[in-house]
Every structure is written in C-alpha cells, then in structure tokens.
C-alpha cells in the first residue's frame, strides 16, 4: 500500500528550527521527486520546495530561500525537510507529495501521492 507519513511538526518559538521527515512505502522511491507544501489556516496551499528523483536538483519558494533546506535519503526512503529561521505567519500544516518530476508552475508540481501532513506551529 502507497503510503506517505509526515513526521517532526510541533510547537516552535519564533527564531527555531524544526526538521520534518516523509517517510515512504509501497513505490519505488528512488524513481519519484519529493515536493513540501504547507497550508495556513484560512489560506491556499503553496508550495514550500521539491527535490527531483535524479540528480537531485532542488527548487524553493522565494519566501523560504535561504532558510529552508530540502533533502532525501534514498537509501531509507525518506525525505526530509529542514526549516531555520521559522517565522509566525509559517504556522501551517505541512504536506509531502510524490510525483514523477518536480512540475515548477504548477500549483500541486504535479505530484500523485499525498501525505496527512503535520502541524507546524510557530509562536512564542
């Protein structure tokens, strides 16, 4: 069964760190690029960044440039999502999505798996 389970969300003052994890199963991991977004309450989706499946190029939303860092580890099928710098207004859910390629333009990157995602809450 395809699954993808965010873990790593929680309570953060403003100024700290958080990781979040996408663990993966049931496709072949190494073969899917690996897209973050999140959703604030009251708002859109957006994007946050995604990482494609071969050479592993990255693409993040300015907002998050800088501060943000996106990764994967193949090996444990995992992404992950390292996020410094965390601000108030990026309290949000944060989803990870699998897709074939990291789609920049479009709103969802095209991806075809999604996971519940996790809370991220910002606030001192």
């Known amino acids: 069964q395809l699954q993808l389970v ?3 969300g929680g309570l953060v003052q403003p100024g700290g760190s ?5 663990a993966a199963s049931g496709f072949t991991f190494d073969y ?3 897209g973050w977004f ?10 946050v960044s995604c990482i494609s499946s071969s050479v592993g ?9 800088g501060r943000f860092t996106i ?7 995992t992404g992950y999502l390292q996020m410094n710098s ?3 207004e990026e309290t949000a859910v944060y989803y990870c999505a699998a ?9 969802t990157l095209g991806m075809d798996y999604w996971g519940k995602g996790t809370l991220v809450t910002v606030s001192s």
Do not use: M, W
């Open 38 to 47: 999140r959703q604030a309450p009251g708002k859109d989706r957006e994007v």
């Open 71 to 77: 990764s994967r580890n193949n090996d444990k099928k």
């Open 6 to 8: 965010e873990s790593g």
């Open 99 to 107: 897709g074939r390629f990291c789609l920049y333009g479009s709103p």
């Open 32 to 34: 899917y690029s690996i």
């Open 86 to 88: 965390l601000k108030h």
């Open 57 to 65: 190029s990255t693409y993040y939303a300015d907002s998050v440039k």
């Open 18 to 22: 958080l990781r979040l994890s996408c």
